[in-house]
C-alpha cells in the first residue's frame, strides 16, 4: 500500500518538533546518507518544514541555501526566524545546528527563504521549456541493476525511487559519458506522492553530473538555491540536471523538475566543489 | 580617460563607511535608479562591498540575495555577519536597511555570501558553455538609439554602457519578439574596467524579459543568486538573460555573463513577479 502525504518514511523523518516559537528539535535519520553526509536536499526539506511552521504562507517559493559543515545523522537543532511578512510572499531565515564534542551548536545549514501559497496563483503558463529526453521508467536503471556506483553509504538509494536514464548511467559502469548531465525518474520509495516539501529532496538526489564528467568523490555543495514553480500532480517526477561550465574547481548543476502532467514543477542551481583529477 | 577600477562613478556609488565592525553606513546614488526604484544589481554591489570588508577572503563566490522592499535613494545602514570562517571559503550575512518616516529601520535586502579568492583556483577549464550569439558592438543599439524604453526614472542607463542585441529591442519599439531573451554588450559609462564587485551589477542591469515576452511595467526581483565564476578581463561584457518557465505570475531570468576573452566568468538566476496582462 502506498504511503501518504503526511505519513511516510519521507514525512517522519523529515518532521521538526517545535520546542519554542522559532526553535525546532530532529533526530536526522541515517537512511538519508550517501557516501559520507547526509543528504542535502534531505536537510533542506527539514529546514522547509520548519520554516512552513513559522511563516504564515505554506509553500517554498524561492529557498537559497548556504552549506557550511557536514551534518551527520543524530540530533539537530533548527532555529528560524520571520524577516518580513507580505501579502503575496513571507521570508525568513533559517539555520541548522549539531553539537561538537564539548556540546557546543555547529551551524550546518543557512537558508534565506520566500514563501507563498502556489494554491492561489494564476494558472496562466507561458513556457518555451520542454520536458527531458528519458526513457520510459521501466528501461531505466536503479541501483539493482547494476554495481554499487560509490564508496560509503548508499543508504538514500533504499529510501527512493529512483530510475536512471541509461544514456547517463555511463559512470556507474567505468564509461562517464563526459557530458554533464543527469536524469532519472523521482519518487519515494514508499510511492509517497510529491508536494512543494519533497521537490527540496527531488533537486539534489541524483549522483552528481561531475560522474559523468569522469570526476570521482564526494562533491560538495556550497550553496544551492530552489525554485518551486507550481504543486507537484501525483505520480513520479522527471528530474533532468545539467552542468554546463566546470571550472578552477567548482561547477554549477542546474536541476528541473517536471510533473506526471509535463509541468515544470522545480528549479534549481547549486554551486559545488570537486576534486579535479 | 577611462576611469580606473577604485576610482570611478560605481566604486563611489558603491563605497560603504565603517562605523563599527559589522555596520556600514552608505548613502544610495539616485543614479542608479530605473522606473521607481534603486537597480537591484548595485544594491547587491554595495552589500558585496560591505561583505568583502567583513569576510576574509575577497571574492564573492555566490551571493544570494532576497528582495523584501524597494530601496530608495538616501542613506542606509548595511548589517553585516560572518557565519563561518573556512580555508577556502567563507560565508557571510549582510542586510540592506533604510528608514521609515519615525526614524525605525526597514530591512530592504538580505542577502548569503560565500566568499574565495578567485586569484587561488586552478586554471582548469572543462566548459560546454558558449558565448551568446550577439552582433558586433557596434551594430547593437543602445538609449540613444530608440524611444525612451520605460515610464519613469532612467538615471541608471547613463551610468552604463549598454549596447541590446539588435534581435532582443522589439518591445522598444512595440513590437516584443515573444521569445524570453536579453542579450547586451554592458560595460561602466566612464569605462571602468569589470571586476567581481561590478559583475553583481551586471546580472541585473539589462531590461527584462518580461519586455521581449510582451509584459509591461517593474519585475519586482524576490530573489537572486550569482555565482562569480572568473576573475573578467579588461573590455566589454556580454551579457545573455533567458526565461524559459513564465507561469503563475513568477519567472525566471538566467542570466550569463562573457568577458573580452570568451570566459563564462558569471552566471546567475533570479526568480522575479510579473503582472500577467
Avoid at 24 to 37: E, F, K, N, P
Avoid at 228 to 241: E, K, Q, Y
Wanted: with cysteine; aromatic share 6%; net charge negative.
Amino acid at each position: 500500500m502506498r504511503a501518504l502525504i503526511g505519513d511516510s518514511e519521507f514525512d517522519r523523518d523529515t518532521a521538526v518538533t517545535r520546542r519554542e516559537p522559532g526553535v525546532y528539535d530532529i533526530d536526522l535519520s541515517a537512511g538519508w546518507t550517501i557516501i559520507s553526509a547526509v543528504n542535502g536536499g534531505y536537510l533542506l526539506a527539514v529546514l522547509g518544514r520548519a520554516l512552513a511552521d513559522t511563516l504564515p504562507h505554506p509553500d517554498p517559493f524561492t529557498v537559497s541555501a548556504h552549506y557550511l559543515t557536514a551534518s551527520q545523522p543524530g540530533p539537530a537543532v533548527v532555529r528560524t526566524e520571520t524577516v518580513r511578512t507580505g501579502r503575496t510572499l513571507s521570508t525568513g531565515q533559517a539555520s541548522l545546528f549539531q553539537f561538537d564534542d564539548e556540546g557546543n551548536e555547529v551551524e550546518r545549514i543557512r537558508v534565506l527563504a520566500s514563501y507563498g501559497d502556489l494554491g492561489t496563483l494564476p494558472d496562466d503558463v507561458r513556457t518555451t521549456a520542454t520536458p527531458p529526453p528519458i526513457p520510459p521508467l521501466e528501461r531505466c536503471f536503479g541501483p539493482e541493476d547494476g554495481p554499487a556506483p560509490v564508496d560509503g553509504s548508499s543508504a538514500i538509494t533504499e529510501r527512493l525511487m529512483l530510475k536512471l536514464d541509461p544514456a547517463t548511467v555511463g559512470w556507474a559502469l567505468g564509461a562517464p559519458s563526459g557530458k554533464g548531465e543527469m536524469r532519472a525518474w523521482f519518487g519515494l520509495a514508499d510511492g509517497r506522492d510529491a508536494d512543494p516539501l519533497s521537490l527540496l529532496l527531488a533537486v539534489d538526489a541524483l549522483p552528481p553530473t561531475a560522474f559523468e564528467l569522469g570526476l570521482k568523490g564526494w562533491v560538495p555543495t556550497v550553496e544551492l538555491t530552489v525554485h518551486v514553480r507550481h504543486r507537484p500532480a501525483p505520480g513520479p517526477l522527471r528530474v533532468s540536471i545539467t552542468t554546463r561550465n566546470l571550472a578552477g574547481g567548482f561547477l554549477e548543476e542546474d536541476a528541473e523538475v517536471w510533473d506526471s502532467t509535463d509541468r515544470l514543477v522545480a528549479q534549481s542551481r547549486q554551486l559545488a566543489r570537486v576534486r579535479l583529477g
